[in-house]
């Protein structure tokens, strides 16, 4: 099945270390975006891009930074990981065809930083 | 700016009791309306959606009607399962951007 996968599930770091989540998708969609959950707090976006040569800044992108390598595959890194970055991070694509342009999420990674 | 207000939680409910969530949103435009199920442990699953205003999205029993007048998309359905249990977001696109806003989240709990 076309899907959306994330790596790693899990990840516990330590403050100033530098992390990179990965996602990849088999959906053939041109538009994928990274979203950090909070408890109580919905999902925030962080950066979206439409193409590889179309990155954008989301609402909460301070302390992060993206590379999209492929129309497959989109990185989300934290260059210098702090304590306040621990959260369950999502990636999401999207067809903009799609009469409803919905959005797709992976399984997420659940990031701890100590 | 957009956004969506939806009940807190959680809400316990007993297996086939009626379920009501409610979800209020303000937006510019003309939003795309949206409810996702997060399951323990997993990720976000598309529930149901509309587009337009009395657009009705319907999925595996549950139901939400998109209505302008009150600016609401109530999810709703006639008899819960236990397998129901998780979190419901109701969520709002809107913009060239293609942005979710997403509401905090509700908790349901269904018990035998």
């Known amino acids: 099945d076309a899907d959306v996968t994330q790596t790693p599930r899990n990840r516990i770091t330590k403050t100033g270390k530098r992390i990179m989540l990965e996602c990849s998708q088999t959906k053939g969609h041109d538009r994928m975006y990274w979203y950090r959950q909070d408890p109580g707090l919905g999902l925030q976006l962080i950066y979206y891009?439409?193409?590889?040569?179309?990155?954008n800044k989301g609402e909460i992108s301070d302390g992060y930074s993206v590379s999209r390598q492929a129309q497959a595959k989109f990185s989300l890194s934290l260059e210098s990981a702090i304590p306040n970055q621990t959260a369950l991070y999502f990636c999401?694509?999207?067809?903009?065809?799609?009469?409803?342009?919905?959005?797709?999420f992976g399984p997420g990674t659940r990031l701890t930083v100590l | 700016g957009d956004s969506v207000t939806q009940m807190e939680g959680p809400v316990t409910l007993s297996e086939e009791a009626f379920l009501t969530i409610n979800c209020t949103y303000t937006a510019t435009g003309y939003p795309s309306l949206f409810w996702y199920v997060q399951y323990p442990g997993e990720g976000l699953q598309l529930l149901l959606k509309a587009t337009k205003a009395d657009d009705k999205g319907s999925n595996k029993g549950f139901e939400a009607t998109y209505r302008k007048e009150t600016t609401s998309f109530h999810l709703e359905k006639g008899s819960v399962q236990v397998s129901d249990s998780a979190v419901y977001f109701c969520?709002?696109?809107?913009?060239?951007?293609?942005?979710?806003?997403f509401g905090t989240g509700t908790r349901l709990q269904v018990t035998l």
């Open positions: 999401a694509t999207s067809d903009p065809r799609s009469p409803y342009n919905e959005q797709f």
């Open positions: 969520a709002l696109l809107t913009g060239t951007a293609s942005k979710l806003t």
């Open positions: 891009s439409f193409d590889v040569k179309d990155i």
